[in-house]
């Protein structure tokens, strides 16, 4: 047999135009859009039922997504109080806060940054558990055993969190 029947068929692949790229680039920005909006819409819902029992309670619970945030307290009894940031930043201030003997503050970090301020002459006993994060304590190690003690517990991947004094 010589082969006379078969014929090989190169296919020939369209260019595509750059107007057809940009179309899909598009559709794939609105896809991501909506699924983010979606995503922050139900985050908002989540961290609302989370701070709607807040109020009277000692113990505080946040949730912050995609944005910033001051959390501040004033004249008000707190024991314990709860963080958590997605992709924001938080600036926590307890300056103020009639923090209770043996206070305990945790805060969960991705990709956020996160300032926790502490009143002077308090304590600060941290337990870090940081993955591709930064963490510093800017508040001085007192020794005296009467001082109120803050625990503070960190949990954070890919983000920084600093506890800071407010200067006397």
Request: proline share 2%; charged share 30%; no cysteine.
């Amino acid at each position: 047999m010589s082969g006379d029947g078969i014929v090989v068929v190169k296919e020939n692949k369209k260019e595509k135009s750059l107007l057809g790229h940009l179309f899909r680039l598009a559709m794939f920005a609105v896809v991501v859009y909506g699924a983010v909006t979606a995503v922050a819409r139900v985050m908002l819902r989540l961290a609302n039922r989370m701070e709607e029992d807040n109020d009277g309670s000692e113990t505080k619970r946040y949730l912050n997504f995609m944005n910033g945030r001051n959390i501040r307290f004033q004249r008000e009894k707190v024991s314990d109080v709860e963080v958590n940031a997605v992709a924001g930043g938080v600036e926590l201030d307890l300056t103020e806060a009639e923090l209770s003997e043996e206070s305990e503050v945790l805060v969960r970090a991705f990709m956020s940054g996160v300032v926790v301020k502490v009143p002077p002459m308090v304590r600060v006993e941290v337990d870090d558990t940081d993955v591709l994060s930064g963490f510093m304590n800017l508040v001085p190690n007192y020794e005296h055993e009467n001082l109120p003690v803050l625990r503070l517990k960190v949990q954070s991947l890919l983000s920084g969190v600093r506890v800071e004094m407010k200067a006397e």
